[in-house]
């Protein structure tokens, strides 16, 4: 992942859990609906933990906090066309993450 100075960037394909604590049992976000609409690229974050959950579909430059986790903000996203009756793959939205104070990201996402 690399650092920006709006926070560190995540890619995220659909329906991939991604562990964003350093904690296995802290709290897991998944994407879905990524797409271009009328010009606009937007992506659905849902998921949660202990402190709260997001369900929410942002456009691109869009933020949603999750209290106690951190700030998602939508960067862009790459939209992944499939083959017809084929599944799997999916596109990918890259957030920027500022975490909250006193949240420990998972280290795997830092490399």
């Known amino acids: 992942m690399s650092h920006n100075n709006s926070g560190i960037l995540i890619p ?3 329906m991939t859990v991604l562990h964003l604590g350093d904690d296995p049992d ?6 879905s609906g990524v797409r271009v609409e009328d010009g606009v690229q ?3 974050l ?10 929410r579909t942002l456009q691109a ?9 951190g700030t ?3 960067v862009h996203i790459r939209v992944q066309v499939r083959a017809p009756g ?19 990201i998972n280290p795997a996402l830092l490399t």
């Open 12 to 14: 995220a394909q659909e």
């Open 26 to 31: 802290g709290p897991r976000f998944t994407v």
């Open 42 to 44: 937007k992506a659905h």
């Open 46 to 55: 849902r998921g949660g933990g202990r402190t709260g959950r997001i369900k």
């Open 61 to 69: 430059g869009e933020s949603v906090n999750h209290p106690g986790v």
């Open 72 to 74: 998602f903000t939508l």
């Open 86 to 104: 084929r599944t799997g793959g999916g596109g990918i939205a890259t957030f920027a993450f500022d975490p909250a104070p006193g949240f420990t």
